[in-house]
Each structure stands twice: as structure tokens, then as C-alpha cells.
């Protein structure tokens, strides 16, 4: 299957301070990829939708002047906490569809302090 | 009425059972149709894909897809420890989804020796 990676796997920052995660496609092209967050023991939430050359699309309730994504590339997507405060320490997963498949990156933990 | 809807669990079988994960889903336009496994502290990996009716093997996993019925499943069969993890339902290529997979919010199956 498709490859995609994460970096980094886990970040600690302090409130107030931003964090930037990338996700790139390894072996593949993708004009679209997908930002989840996902809480301990919870479900994957969708954040937004990440599109090659054009803004993203940004799921209801989700601060988009907050969660800032960049899709700069055909192989890269970057997601920006901006001014991160404790309730946003979570697992962020990126994931790109190679075909109709979806495949998900390593995720990144994030946990602000 | 949620969009994709999975057995609430957790199930559990033991040892060498078949266990079988149901899902159901809402939109009659949906073409694509995954099952992903996911550990706990880790990201979705995919297991299985299926597009037409019938069932799919692949190994131990066996989809089975019924689009009158608006069902899909996933039979383990010869079930391990460490199949033990969340399974999530994804389904994809419908009418509301714009190209995106909306997901189950799992079944957590645990195998015990």
C-alpha cells in the first residue's frame, strides 16, 4: 500500500506557542489529504480537507484561523496550531488518498503544557 | 441517523473463533467501501477494500458487501491476540462525501488466548 509520513511523531510545546506537523505522501501523488484529530479512547474527527494549490476545507466547528493547513505540494500538507493552548494536546493523523484508498500517516502527538 | 454506523462493542471472542464486525451505512450513492484496523495509541491501517457486491478474502479477513442492504461486514476468522484493536468501517465515493471517507466510530474486538 501507499506510504505516508508524519513528522513529528510527538511534540511537547508550551501554551501560546505554535506547532507546525507535516505530512508528506512518500511513493504517491495527492492532490487531497485529510487532518483528523483524535482523543484518548474516542473517535477520529475529521478537521479538514487539505487541497493541492487552493485553500482548505475546514469541517464545521473547527477554527480555521487556528488550525492553519498549507498543501504547497502534490506530496506535502502542513498543519499549523496556532497560539496552542492544554485542551488542544491531542493525536493529530494526517492521510492522503492514493486512488480511492485512503491511507493514514503515523500520526503526531501533540501535547502543549 | 449517523452516517456510518458500527456494532458499539467491545466484542469479544476467544481464541480461534471467527469474530464478525457489522456496518451499516446511509448513503445509497456510496461506491467505496474499507475496513481499517487500528491499535491502540497508533493510526488506521488499511485491511481491506471492497467495491461490488459479495465477499472478498484476503488471508483470515473475509468483506462481505450487500449495497441493497446498505451493509457491510468483516469476518475474522481463526482470531489471534493480536488482532485485538479497534476496527473502523470507512465508506467512500457517495453522494454527500465530496470524495472523503466518513467513518464508523469503531468496534473494538478483543481476542483472548
Known amino acids: 500500500g501507499a506510504v505516508v509520513s508524519q513528522h513529528p511523531s510527538w511534540v511537547i510545546c508550551k501554551s501560546g506557542t505554535s506547532v507546525k506537523i507535516e505530512c508528506r505522501s512518500l511513493d504517491f501523488q495527492a492532490t487531497t489529504m485529510f487532518w483528523y484529530r483524535q482523543f484518548p479512547k474516542q473517535s477520529l474527527m475529521l478537521m479538514a480537507t487539505?487541497?493541492?494549490?487552493?485553500?482548505?476545507?475546514?469541517e464545521q466547528g473547527v477554527e480555521k484561523d487556528k488550525f492553519l493547513i498549507n498543501h504547497a505540494s502534490l506530496t506535502l500538507s502542513t498543519l499549523t496550531v496556532t497560539s496552542a493552548h492544554p485542551e488542544d494536546s491531542s493525536f493529530y493523523i494526517c492521510?492522503?488518498?492514493?486512488?480511492?484508498?485512503?491511507?493514514f500517516g503515523p500520526g503526531t502527538r501533540l501535547t502543549v503544557t | 441517523q449517523k452516517e456510518v454506523e458500527q456494532n458499539s462493542g467491545p466484542l469479544s471472542v476467544p481464541e480461534g473463533a471467527i469474530a464478525s464486525l457489522n456496518c451499516t451505512y446511509s448513503?445509497?450513492?456510496?461506491?467505496?467501501f474499507f475496513w481499517y484496523r487500528q491499535y491502540s495509541g497508533k493510526s488506521p491501517e488499511l485491511i481491506m477494500s471492497i467495491y461490488s457486491n459479495g465477499d472478498k478474502e484476503d488471508g483470515r479477513f473475509t468483506a462481505q458487501l450487500n449495497k441493497a442492504s446498505q451493509y457491510v461486514s468483516l469476518l475474522i476468522r481463526d482470531s489471534q491476540p493480536s488482532d485485538s484493536a479497534t476496527y473502523l468501517c470507512a465508506v467512500g465515493g457517495g453522494n454527500t462525501n465530496a470524495g472523503k471517507s466518513t467513518f464508523g466510530d469503531g468496534t473494538t474486538l478483543t481476542v483472548k488466548p
Open positions: 487539505s487541497n493541492e494549490g487552493s485553500k482548505a476545507t475546514y
Open positions: 492521510s492522503a488518498n492514493s486512488a480511492l484508498e485512503q491511507y
Open positions: 448513503d445509497r450513492g456510496s461506491q467505496s
